[in-house]
């Protein structure tokens, strides 16, 4: 059973680095979703896309932060001259539209802890 | 802003009992509800979900019940297990929309 997958796990990088985290959904799923949580805090939606198209962005998502689904399946979020306040981990999730159930279950991966220092 | 919240922070039961984690949502355009289990350094499990259509859906020990009048959303787990130790968090999906919206989540802590 292959869930969504998150790459690098953990991330330590100093202030100012760019950093990029992968992820590859769950085989299949239409719907991608990035989401950041802070500790003791519950995780907080950043961006979405649908096959190849980025549908929509929070206001979370500052113009440091691109996320690209260039083929429909793997994602990648990058974060350009990062700053403590980045620190965090990042989450993505997918679904699909295909079930029958249209509220469409979203499963997340593990995660991908990022620590600016 | 409307937001998921959640009753109270943490949660000791004893092993065997039944455990029930509450949550209210203010946004009365929600029409789909999920309860998520995040262990320590891992990403958010699914564990059960429901739509705004039905009030109650049961999976294996877990019991989703939702309240629309009051807007309250409620998991119950039967006979808590040592396993069942985690944070867990309710979550809205606003009707049309993509994205979920947690609260800040509730510890359960088992006590044998």
């Known amino acids: 059973d292959t869930g969504v997958s998150q790459d690098p796990r953990h991330k330590i990088t100093k202030r100012g680095q760019n950093v990029t985290f992968r992820c590859d959904p769950i085989s299949e799923h239409n719907r991608l979703y990035w989401y950041r949580q802070t500790l003791g805090q519950g995780p907080e939606f950043l961006t979405y896309?649908?096959?190849?198209?980025?549908?929509?962005k929070s206001r979370l998502l500052s113009d440091r932060f691109s996320a690209e689904r260039p083929k429909g399946s793997f994602s990648t979020l990058e974060i350009q001259r990062t700053e403590q306040g980045d620190s965090a981990m990042y989450l993505c999730?997918?679904?699909?539209?295909?079930?029958?159930?249209?509220?469409?279950?979203?499963?997340f991966g593990e995660g991908s802890w990022l620590t600016v220092v | 802003g409307e937001s998921v919240g959640l009753h109270l922070p943490t949660l000791s039961v004893q092993e065997g009992d039944n455990s029930i984690i509450n949550c209210a949502y203010s946004n009365s355009a929600s029409d789909y509800f999920i309860w998520y289990k995040q262990e320590s350094g891992k990403g958010p499990q699914f564990i059960i979900d429901?739509?705004?259509?039905?009030d109650k859906r049961q999976g294996q020990r877990v019991t989703v019940l939702l309240n629309k009048t009051v807007k309250h959303l409620s998991l119950q787990i039967a006979a808590t297990q040592p396993g069942d130790s985690a944070v867990y968090f309710c979550a809205e999906n606003l009707q049309g929309a993509q994205k979920l919206v947690f609260g800040q989540g509730t510890r359960l802590t088992i006590n044998p």
């Open positions: 896309f649908q096959n190849e198209a980025q549908l929509e």
């Open positions: 429901i739509r705004s259509n039905m």
């Open positions: 999730a997918s679904s699909t539209t295909r079930q029958g159930f249209s509220g469409n279950t979203i499963y």
